[in-house]
């Protein structure tokens, strides 16, 4: 079976920093690029960006809301895909989705993990 | 990158038709044929329902069809049925490796 599973959510104060990861499973994970995206409480779907599956010349991309505070990496050999968020902002709060990216659409996703920023 | 507008709702009775739209402009929506639909249920994660505009991914019920002209793209569930009821965000590839989604549409089944 295809799973994304994120993990890493949690409680965290405004400028501080948190790591997700998302474990994959049921599928080639260095055939696919892959995304993060996130929805803050009662709002939309927003894109926080992506990483292609180039070794060695993995590329990034990201949101301008979150560029500079936010890194994706990925390590291809346990099937993950994490999210650095540093310098974390109240407005960051929100549920954090890990998406398969088939280049075109996000065609798997995971069920989420919550971050909340608040002092 | 400004989100793609959606209306806020859309509603019709079980068996009936409806259509959203998703409006961005010649950077998103109207310079690619990559626009996809999510359909996302109360608490649920979202799921691929429409890619590159017209295709569906395996399982999805051909009730379920997409369309482009210009910078407006559309979602149509045809003979809604009372599982349709959800959340559904249009998606666009926005050049230079970004992605931009919709401001959501809430599809009620009456």
């Known amino acids: 079976e295809v799973q994304l599973v994120e993990s890493g959510g949690g409680l965290v104060q405004p400028g501080g920093s948190l790591r997700l990861s998302c474990a994959a499973s049921g599928f080639t994970f260095t055939d696919h690029y892959m995304d993060w995206v996130r929805q803050a409480p009662g709002k939309g779907l927003e894109w926080v960006g992506r990483i292609t599956n180039t070794p060695r010349r993995y590329t990034t991309n990201y949101a301008a809301s979150v560029e500079g505070r936010f890194t994706i990496s990925r390590d291809d050999p346990k099937n993950s895909l994490y999210l650095q968020m540093n310098s974390l902002k109240t407005e960051d709060t929100a549920v954090y989705y890990c998406?398969?990216?088939?280049?075109?659409?996000?065609?798997?996703w995971g069920k989420g993990t919550t971050v909340t920023v608040s002092s | 990158q400004s989100a793609l507008t959606q209306p806020p709702s859309a509603s019709g009775s079980p068996g009936q038709s409806v259509t959203i739209s998703c409006t961005g402009t010649s950077s998103d929506v109207g310079g690619y044929n990559y626009v996809s639909w999510y359909q996302q249920h109360p608490g649920k994660a979202p799921r691929l329902m429409i890619y590159e505009v017209t295709k569906r991914p395996s399982g999805v019920p051909d009730r379920f069809s997409g369309s482009k002209s210009g910078n407006t793209a559309s979602l149509t569930v045809s003979g809604l049925q009372a599982e349709d009821e959800a959340d559904y965000y249009c998606s666009s590839y926005a050049g230079r490796n970004n992605f931009v989604f919709g401001t959501g549409t809430e599809v009620t089944v009456l």
């Open positions: 998406a398969r990216d088939s280049h075109t659409s996000l065609d798997v």
